[in-house]
């Protein structure tokens, strides 16, 4: 139980496109995901917490319009890379909490962006 | 949420304990320790978490000090597939997770 997907696994894109990514629990209701961000050889950094049915909370630093975050139901959120630039290359990965009063965190298994 | 330090690297031999050291010395009461680990090029996995005392499941044990400035995961009988970047959190109850840059386990055959 408690798996978490992503779709795509690997993207290329060219510059000043967007690119959408999918982060979906497969067998239970998240109501909180979580977005982050890792590059070559760094350790992951948050992006932005997303509740079900509300405005998605960046952290410092992260440019919400750049980084559009939908967690329209239980079982799906979305991140949308506007106006992609090579710099925004990356592995992205979600994580979702099974609810409050859990405390484990379940992580998809990542989206290589690749931003030509 | 408290920071905590672990050594950037250890290994072990195949089919020995791996003994993973963390030390949170800020650690507040109502915060949790939490290890994951990743897997190179792939999702964190979560491996187990404690509040005060020992745990363990199927994938490790978990011991906690009394006074709750550190913590040892231990994997008990490595293999190959252990090799990953494991990370210790503290965090309370229904908090973000803030990754360190955790500790590169090597297991050897």
């Known amino acids: 139980g408690a798996v978490v997907s992503q779709h795509p696994s690997w993207v290329i894109c060219k510059s000043g496109t967007s690119v959408k990514i999918e982060c979906r629990s497969l067998?239970?209701?998240?109501?909180?995901m979580f977005w982050y961000r890792q590059f070559p050889k760094q350790s992951l950094m948050l992006m932005a917490t997303?509740?079900?049915?509300?405005?998605?909370?960046?952290e410092q630093g992260v440019e919400k319009d750049k980084f559009l975050i939908n967690h329209a139901s239980l079982t799906l959120s979305t991140l949308t890379v506007t106006s992609a630039h090579p710099e925004d290359s990356s592995f992205y990965i979600c994580?979702?909490?099974?609810?409050?009063?859990?405390?484990?965190?379940?992580f998809g298994p990542g989206t290589r962006l690749t931003v030509t | 949420d408290a920071k905590t330090t672990q050594p950037p690297s250890m290994d072990c031999a195949e089919g020995r304990a791996a003994n993973l050291p963390c030390n949170h010395s800020?650690?507040?009461?109502?915060?949790?320790v939490y290890w994951y680990r990743q897997i190179h090029s792939q999702g964190p996995q979560y491996i187990i978490h404690?509040?005060?005392n020992n745990e363990t499941n199927e994938m490790a044990s978990l011991i906690i000090t009394e006074d709750r400035k550190s913590s040892t995961l231990i994997l008990p009988h490595a293999t190959l597939r252990d090799t990953a970047v494991y990370y210790c959190?503290?965090?309370?109850?229904?908090?973000?997770?803030?990754f360190g840059k955790g500790i590169t386990l090597s297991v050897r055959p």
């Open positions: 800020t650690i507040s009461g109502n915060e949790y």
């Open positions: 994580s979702a909490r099974v609810g409050l009063g859990t405390y484990e965190q379940y």
């Open positions: 404690g509040l005060k």
């Open positions: 959190i503290a965090a309370g109850a229904n908090s973000k997770l803030t």
């Open positions: 997303s509740n079900e049915g509300s405005k998605a909370t960046y």
């Open positions: 067998d239970f209701q998240a109501t909180t």
